[in-house]
Nanobody, 121 residues
Framework: QLQLVESGGGLVHPGGSLRLSCAAS????????MGWFRQALGKEREEVAC???????TYEDPVKGRFTVSRDDLKKMVFLQMNSVKPEDAGVYYC???????????????WGKGTLVTVSS
């Protein structure tokens, strides 16, 4: 089992930056691919980025070049650096883990409760 707790959400101005953190506890994080997902009001949850277990990173098109995901397996932390934030980036951001290679909303094994990102001038 893996427990995940997100933090770092808040209000950010368009064009600004925000860094989200995800603290893992329980199982060793090295067993999992770690993903960030988001859900805007009235929309379905969507993948933002996935950092695979030592094999690479994938980003969804809307955030490529602006967001950076990283992990520290020793500290059991995952981070999402959000730069050049846009209004459409607003939503609840979730950290999730899967023993599979790919991060997909329907197949993640463990989820955090989310942290809210609000984008407003």
């Amino acid at each position: 089992q893996l427990q995940l707790v997100e933090s770092g959400g808040g209000l950010v101005h368009p064009g600004g930056s925000l860094r989200l953190s995800c603290a893992a506890s329980g199982d060793a994080m090295t067993n999992y691919a770690m993903g960030w997902f988001r859900q805007a009001l009235g929309k379905e949850r969507e993948e933002v980025a996935c950092i695979h277990n030592g094999v690479g990173i994938t980003y969804e098109d809307p955030v490529k070049g602006r967001f950076t995901v990283s992990r520290d397996d020793l500290k059991k932390m995952v981070f999402l650096q959000m730069n050049s934030v846009k209004p459409e980036d607003a939503g609840v951001y979730y950290c999730a883990a899967t023993v599979r290679f790919y991060c997909e909303p329907d197949t993640m094994d463990h989820w955090g409760k989310g942290t809210l990102v609000t984008v407003s001038s």
